[in-house]
């Protein structure tokens, strides 16, 4: 499904974590991944120092998510989604919270998925049962329009296809989950951090 808004860049504090942030998109698109959380969790600290809105914070964690996925690192998905997942205001509180509430289990619940079919969870039957649940929970927020993706792959499910990873892969293309875009990234608004180490965006 389609994250919730990109923020607008602001000025003072607000120019310099968006700047950040910006920076780090150049680096995922350059496929420089672990660069670009640093400047993630970079962004993202000085955010909440700022007061940045919600929706802010809640952009950058999404484009870190992004980069554990490129990186394959679907426990640590998981485990960033359960945690938001958590910590976050009911669902009903707004439509924000309805849409990064359907947003936060379809992640999880393709990263679950991803982990079953590649093998890197012990218990494949056990992950993709959760991985289905998460996504009907999705579709139950988002519905079909707002979340296509799940409904496909949970058609996958339900008919019991193979789903390997090329294909998921495809998938998310098609329905445009991918929320680092050239078209959506502005190299002259970037501003490099003086070393970017690898981070837990949280």
């Not at 950040?20 to 962004?43: D, M, N, S, T």
Request: charge should be positive.
């Amino acid at each position: 499904m389609t994250a919730p808004r990109h923020p607008s860049e602001g000025t003072g504090a607000g120019a310099l974590h968006f700047g950040i942030a910006e920076q780090g998109k150049v680096l995922a698109l350059a496929g420089r991944h672990r660069e670009a959380l640093g400047h993630y969790r970079a962004a993202l600290h000085l955010a909440a120092r700022a007061g940045a809105p919600q929706v802010v914070a809640r952009h950058y964690f999404h484009c870190a998510v992004e980069s554990l996925e490129h990186l394959g690192a679907w426990a640590e998905v998981a485990d960033l989604c359960t945690r938001a997942i958590e910590a976050a205001p009911p669902a009903e509180r707004s439509e924000f919270h309805r849409r990064d509430r359907a947003w936060l289990l379809e992640r999880r619940g393709l990263a679950r998925l991803s982990a079953a079919q590649t093998g890197a969870a012990e218990t494949g039957a056990a992950e993709t049962g959760a991985a289905e649940a998460d996504l009907r929970a999705a579709l139950e927020l988002a519905g079909p329009s707002g979340a296509p993706l799940s409904a496909e792959v949970v058609g996958w499910l339900r008919s019991r296809y193979t789903i390997a990873p090329a294909r998921l892969a495809e998938a998310r293309r098609r329905h445009g989950a991918q929320i680092v875009r050239r078209d959506s990234v502005d190299p002259s608004r970037a501003i490099p951090l003086p070393t970017s180490p690898p981070g837990d965006p949280t």
